[in-house]
């Protein structure tokens, strides 16, 4: 065996070897770089994708993409197969989570192979003394069905990440809009149907307690790509959505309510993946790109806790959160790199909280009081406020892709000055201080004559529910209503029936621009404390017992101390 392969298996210091050229063999070459493709660096973010260049050269040199046209008795074609299998793999993983574009298309490839399975295995499966003959005939129905996917992500990556840049979304013509969609459409159903195929393929030892852990890993993860690839999906068909709206208006809400479902379900998929990964014992055995595909679903999860509306919605909630705590612990103790994206996670998060992020500022009762009412969380968000949903998912896409937060002309222009609705914060100091102004504002009316002017700002109507809550109506004046671009950036304005037209603010709001204008100083990394996630174990969520929360400021003072302590757990 090569040095530089043994050193790339272990992980070792061996960029000087290839940099010396000390390695002449080219096929040691590329099989090393492929490994050194899950190394991870604090000093460069993306040192796997430049290690996968590295290997797509040096296979190219060898002729391993050209396999298929070797004789079957040929001893290297084997070898060539496995070698540019495994660059297709890591050249479609790495790109979908890191929100970057693939290095090995259509276009310039022959990807029409014949997939990896047991035939190609059979050296291992008899021959090597790591598993047992079961347990690999498994792995390899596993990765027979990773390569499966892999050749359907080729079309959803080269769409979602694009190889001119980060996704700019541009108007459409009818026609482009329509094609558009019809790719989206067959995109959506070529993920369904390898659904079905994966879950015909791991039923004969799904849900099995004498399967081997590294299966359970392996078939995991391979669900964590797919999930989020439908999220990717979403996101690109949101896109194209707010940059075309006259051209779906008949259809606007319909389209958003049907992107909600389906983003909803693929974000759920990936925490039962983490669930199952906790509960098997091995997510420490993920790999450094899982970093990535937990990322935003972490975010979504915070942002939930924030909005929950009841104990029973806030309780199921903070488990899920659990899940996302223990495994950031774990990437941590394994991987350089798990600060940057922590960082990255807690500005977004605390972008959101200075955007009044909550919907609705009823109170959180028990559950016994508490009316039917739809369910509070991001889904509800993305719903009435696309845009400010897409400003935190491509937030964290250029950050991910770039290594660095952005700065407002690294985004899109539509998410860059966010629509102004109606809504207003959950936190019992939002619902303060707008008793405050009111009470002046009453004050003020008592000693001065109405006039004009006055009549053209929103009035707060406060009133007490039956549990004495406060409950928060803004009803807008006359003048409100006809002239909606007068209002301030920081004034409330409602959202009408049938309003399809996103009003805009001038600007997003003072705090959030000084946020994303710079990324967070590397030299504060090694004083990060993850201990604002540490919820408790996640592998034994399902025994957890909650205490019963009445009142007002139990749980939302628990969501907010929350994000407090995410925001203010990593130095600025």
Request: hydrophobic share 40%.
């Amino acid at each position: 065996m090569s040095l530089f392969v043994f050193q790339a298996m272990l992980f070792a210091s061996c960029a000087l070897l290839y940099d010396l050229n000390a390695e002449h063999n080219i096929l040691s070459k590329a099989q090393g770089s492929v490994l050194l493709t899950y190394q991870s660096s604090s000093v460069n973010l993306h040192a796997g994708s430049l290690w996968l260049t590295s290997a797509i050269q040096n296979a190219l040199l060898l002729e391993a993409h050209n396999y298929h046209k070797l004789d079957h008795n040929d001893p290297l074609r084997n070898t060539k197969k496995r070698l540019w299998w495994s660059i297709l793999l890591r050249d479609r993983i790495l790109p979908l989570g890191l929100r970057r574009h693939l290095q090995i298309s259509r276009p310039n490839f022959d990807l029409s192979l014949d997939y990896m399975n047991e035939d190609d295995m059979q050296e291992e499966i008899y021959c090597s003394e790591v598993y047992n003959v079961e347990t690999k005939r498994h792995l390899t129905r596993v990765l027979n069905l990773q390569c499966q996917l892999a050749m359907v992500l080729t079309g959803v990556v080269t769409t979602v990440y694009s190889a001119n840049g980060f996704t700019q979304p541009r108007p459409m013509a009818k026609t482009d809009l329509e094609k558009s969609m019809a790719d989206i459409v067959k995109f959506r159903e070529d993920l369904a149907e390898w659904a079905n195929d994966a879950k015909v393929a791991f039923n004969p030892f799904s849900g099995s307690n004498n399967v081997h852990e590294s299966v359970i890993l392996y078939s995991e993860l391979t669900y964590m790509y797919y999930h989020s690839a439908r999220v990717a999906l979403c996101h690109y068909e949101t896109l194209v959505v707010e940059a075309n709206p006259e051209l779906i208006s008949g259809s606007y809400e319909k389209r958003l309510e049907t992107i909600k479902d389906e983003l909803e379900s693929a974000a759920l998929g990936i925490t039962k993946c983490v669930k199952r990964l906790l509960a098997h014992g091995v997510a420490r055995h993920l790999p450094i790109s899982a970093i990535a595909y937990t990322a935003l679903p972490l975010v979504l999860i915070a942002l939930d806790v924030k909005l929950s509306g009841s104990v029973s919605q806030s309780a199921t909630r903070k488990r899920r959160l659990r899940y996302y705590a223990e495994i950031m612990q774990l990437y941590r103790s394994r991987y350089d790199g798990t600060d940057d994206v922590a960082v990255y996670i807690r500005e977004i998060l605390q972008f959101a909280e200075t955007q009044n992020l909550s919907i609705s500022i009823r109170p959180m009762k028990s559950d016994d009081c508490a009316p039917v009412q739809e369910t509070r969380g991001w889904a509800e968000v993305f719903v009435r406020q696309p845009r400010f949903y897409l400003r935190m998912s491509l937030t964290l896409d250029y950050a991910l892709a770039r290594g660095r937060y952005p700065q407002d002309s690294d985004l899109p222009v539509l998410v860059r000055e966010l629509p102004v609705k109606g809504v207003l914060s959950s936190t019992i100091s939002n619902i303060a201080r707008v008793q405050e102004v009111t009470t002046e504002a009453s004050k003020q009316d008592l000693e001065q004559p109405s006039t004009a002017t006055e009549s053209s700002s929103p009035k707060v109507n406060i009133s007490r529910n039956a549990d004495g809550a406060s409950m928060v109506d803004v009803l807008p004046a006359t003048e409100a209503l006809s002239s909606p671009t007068n209002s301030s950036p920081n004034e409330v304005s409602p959202t009408w029936p049938g309003q399809r037209q996103h009003q805009r603010s001038t600007s997003v709001q003072s705090h959030s621009a000084r946020q994303r204008s710079l990324s967070p100083p590397r030299q504060n990394f090694q004083d990060i404390n993850l201990d604002f996630l540490d919820l408790g174990c996640a592998q034994s969520m399902e025994n957890v017992q909650y205490p019963e929360e009445t009142g007002v400021s139990g749980d939302i003072d628990w969501a907010n101390n929350m994000l407090d302590e995410i925001l203010s757990a990593i130095p600025a």
